[in-house]
């Protein structure tokens, strides 16, 4: 059974930087396509961006330029660095692969 798991998260002020990570369990990340999903409480989870297996990247609309995903094959993970972040953002982030995901981090934009 693969577990995926996130870190990262935390509160921050608008404004700030968070940098989530994700791994898996028994050193199957490398081979998967790979995404970032997150969801604010009341609405639908919803694309961030994603990442394939060969390190191409796309990103939705409202993270273009603020959000840049990763990954290092060295160490088996990949990474979602979030700047400029916005009240906006705030919501739980999870992590994908394949028919896996991650429990989720928090993610809170707040003064």
């Known amino acids: 059974q ?3 798991v996130e870190s990262g998260g935390g509160l921050v002020q608008p404004g700030g930087s968070l940098r989530l990570s994700c791994a898996a369990s028994g050193g199957v990340l490398n ?6 999903y997150r969801q604010a409480p009341g609405k639908e989870r919803e694309f961030v961006a994603s990442i394939t297996r060969f390190g191409s990247t796309n990103y939705a609309d409202s993270v ?26 705030t919501a739980v982030y999870y992590c994908q692969g394949e028919q896996y995901w991650g429990q989720g981090t928090q993610v809170t934009v707040s003064s």
């Open 2 to 4: 693969v577990q995926l």
């Open 31 to 36: 081979i998967m396509n790979m995404g970032w």
């Open 64 to 89: 273009k330029g603020r959000f840049t995903a990763s990954r290092v094959m060295a160490k088996n993970v990949i990474f979602l660095q979030m700047n400029s972040l916005k009240s906006e953002d």
